[in-house]
């Protein structure tokens, strides 16, 4: 999985987050969301009681469901921590008796309204996008290339989602296959190799990273539109010939240049430079 950790406030008390880009999915620490709810001094203990709570009414599924992030702890250190999507919280928070529930249910909805905003006018996502890469010093010419690389990736998800595709773990899958086909590399050896742990794959290529990953992703989507897959066999099949496109563009550069075009560099190292 991919995460792009982020701090939410909630009445001006913080909540920390992660987005998963294979799975285009925000996820909430369930001991933050809990603290800020009960203002219990042992958030951990309260979930530990209340997943026993929940055992004994018979709701397993709900917390057998739940996964773990690595997520920054107030040591500084980065911690496995229990997360909740969006659907899970509103679902956990009808068992928190809480003042707080409420508003707490519609800031949720706000963020997906938020969400909404920006799909209905694109203008105002790709505002803020802008504003967070320049407030972490990127280029204009980087982000330029980063806000194409979005819409390149949204007409490939959405070909995906015609065609059935399950969001999520077949997401991962496919994008883990185009990812191989261009740049030799699985998607965790890539983000090894620019030394990240959470932090977006996407966000750390330098720009002829990208221009490759689009042309991947867009070929994808061209042959994808073209043979109409009916079974997701198909589609990866497909996802490895997109891949293998901007796969044998890369060599022909590496053999121009004599440089290689997959970079250990990542943002931190790059904005360095």
Do not use: C
């Amino acid at each position: 999985m991919s995460e792009q950790n982020k701090i939410q406030l909630f009445e001006n008390q913080p909540i920390r987050t992660a987005w998963n880009e294979e799975q285009e999915e925000w996820y909430f620490s369930v001991v933050d969301v809990i603290h800020v709810l009960t203002g219990s001094e042992n958030p951990r203990r309260y979930w530990s009681d209340l997943k026993r709570k929940l055992k004994s009414e018979g709701a397993t599924q709900l917390y057998e469901n739940i996964v773990q992030l690595k997520m920054k702890s107030s040591d500084g250190k980065s911690y496995n921590t229990d997360v909740a999507d969006v659907e899970q919280l509103f679902r956990l928070i009808q068992s928190i008796p809480s003042p707080k529930a409420e508003p707490f249910k519609q800031w949720l909805a706000q963020l997906g309204r938020e969400r909404l905003e920006e799909i209905d006018d694109p203008e105002q996502g790709i505002e803020r996008l802008m504003e967070y890469y320049h407030s972490k010093g990127y280029s204009a010419n980087w982000i330029n290339q980063r806000l194409k690389s979005i819409e390149v990736r949204k007409e490939l998800t959405d070909e995906w989602e015609r065609r059935g595709i399950q969001k999520g773990r077949q997401y991962a899958i496919l994008t883990d296959v185009i990812t191989q086909g261009w740049s030799g590399l699985s998607t965790k050896q890539y983000k090894q190799y620019k030394g990240l742990k959470t932090e977006s794959l996407r966000d750390n290529m330098t720009n002829l990273e990208l221009v490759l990953n689009m042309l991947a992703e867009a070929s994808t989507t061209e042959i994808s539109q073209k043979e109409e897959p009916e079974t997701f066999e198909h589609s990866k099949q497909i996802a490895h010939r997109g891949g293998k496109v901007a796969g044998v563009a890369r060599k022909e550069l590496e053999a121009q240049t004599g440089q290689k075009v997959v970079s250990p560099l990542n943002a931190k190292k790059a904005l360095k430079k």
